[in-house]
């Protein structure tokens, strides 16, 4: 059986993302995109209290409403898991849209964040990605 999370976000992403891959089986993501080869797939997982996108081979992040504001003991599950997919959903239009972006440097750290945070010019030892692929060349 699925979390709250799942009963709200699946509702708001069939009605944004009507060709994502759903009803996958237990265990694994409740939704995915295929990506670009460079990428790779990205898939959304929940995990009980908590969402977890990922993206390809790159990276994931994660997604439980403890993030963007202080626990509040009066709020009940369902506005949690609502928040949470809410939150899900925000970040997968902007992801879509090329406002956030993904950059990896030689040494394996990994960034996820806006498109203006991107390092200019990128580092030869960077890569960056969005969501259509690579947004700059191989490192050397």
């Keep these: 059986m699925r979390s709250k999370i799942e009963a709200f976000l699946i509702p708001l992403l069939r ?3 009507p060709n994502a891959m759903y009803d996958h089986a237990e265990p694994g993501p409740i939704v995915s995109f295929p990506g670009p080869p460079e990428v790779g797939d990205l898939e959304v997982w929940e995990e009980g209290d908590e969402a977890t ?3 390809g081979r790159l990276t994931h992040t994660h997604f439980n ?3 963007s504001y202080p626990r509040d003991p009066k709020l009940s599950e369902d506005d949690v898991a609502r928040k949470v997919a809410g939150e899900v ?3 997968l239009e902007a992801f879509f849209a090329g406002k956030l972006v993904v ?3 030689s040494g394996g750290l990994v960034t996820l964040g806006p498109i203006e945070a991107l390092p200019a010019p990128l580092p030869d030892d960077c890569e960056a990605f969005g969501w259509k692929g690579r947004l700059s060349p191989k490192a050397r």
């Design 15 to 17: 009605g944004k993302y």
């Design 53 to 55: 996108v990922a993206i």
């Design 65 to 67: 409403g403890f993030n």
């Design 89 to 91: 959903l925000e970040f």
């Design 103 to 105: 950059w990896k440097e």
